[in-house]
């Protein structure tokens, strides 16, 4: 998945936002506030907090979990590359739309010469 942005400034900044949910995630999941068996219908004070931080308001209780799974995420220039083997994504796909991204969404699996990096 790719998600470009008008500058980079503006994909760094998105960059740590997934950086700062997926670390706060981890701590709490740590804490046993997130089992996988028992998904939270609410928000933990932090996750609050962080949300009213990064101004990202489209996220529900139930999209917390993706936070967890395991992606990478990387800064190229004006672009935020996540590439993951997961198909549950609508949390990353909300922070980048929510950020004014153009998202690209496809499976390397099946478009393996396909660059990371938009329109090459």
Do not use: C, W
């Not at 799974?69 to 549950?88: A, H, L």
């Not at 004014?100 to 969404?105: G, H, P, Q, R």
């Amino acid at each position: 998945m790719v998600g470009t942005f008008k500058d980079g400034a503006t994909a760094e900044t998105v960059k740590n936002i997934i950086e700062k949910f997926t670390e706060t995630l981890q701590t709490e999941e740590a804490a046993g506030l997130h089992p996988p068996e028992k998904p939270t219908d609410r928000f933990s004070d932090k996750i609050l907090d962080l949300i009213d931080e990064v101004n990202v308001r489209s996220l529900d209780s139930t999209d917390l979990q993706q936070f967890l799974y395991d992606f990478d995420v990387k800064r190229r220039d004006n672009s935020v590359v996540i590439t993951t083997d997961e198909v549950d994504v609508q949390a990353l796909i909300k922070v980048l739309v929510e950020k004014d991204a153009k998202v690209e969404i496809y499976s390397r699996h099946a478009h393996p010469d396909t660059a990371d990096e938009p329109g090459e």
